[in-house]
């Protein structure tokens, strides 16, 4: 979904968004694997991956995490609006395999006025879930926001 970009003032307590889906496709997880360096043989390797616990390759958290904020800037919310990510924490809560479809919402959970006339601090609930619906990621990202209305 696409949303009209949103200043800190414009959020609310609960306010909700939600991404389009997207695929991911092995290749996504072979990039990443150049990208980052990272050649961890449960990403890269399919023999390998079919021994393990997980049957098969899968996608790095890493991975999972850049699609999230991916995400956040495609839904509209923060486009001209963010001024920087203050903090993000996330939790891998189950493994995300090539074709599966992934979805990330986000939530507002509090908002901090703060010092700043021009920006403030919203602190969004985040989750990724699979076609399944199932959750495969969750934490909170709070996100320095531009203010509509210098001192609120």
Wanted: aromatic content about 8%.
């Amino acid at each position: 979904m696409r949303y009209e970009p949103r200043s800190f003032d414009d959020l609310a307590i609960g306010d909700r968004f939600e991404s389009e889906q997207r695929i991911l496709s092995p290749s996504d997880i072979g990039r990443f694997a150049q990208l980052s360096g990272d050649h961890t043989a449960l990403h890269t390797d399919a023999a390998y991956a079919a021994t393990t616990i997980h049957g098969g390759v899968i996608a790095h958290g890493a991975l999972v995490l850049a699609i999230a904020t991916g995400h956040a800037y495609a839904i509209g919310v923060f486009e001209g609006t963010i001024v920087a990510i203050r903090s993000l924490d996330a939790a891998f809560l189950r493994p995300v395999r090539p074709g599966d479809s992934l979805t990330t919402h986000f939530e507002v959970e509090s908002l901090e006025p703060g010092d700043a006339e021009d920006r403030a601090t919203a602190l969004f609930r985040v989750q990724v879930v699979n076609q399944d619906g199932k959750r495969v990621l969750k934490g909170r990202w709070a996100m320095l926001m531009r203010r509509s209305q210098p001192g609120g």
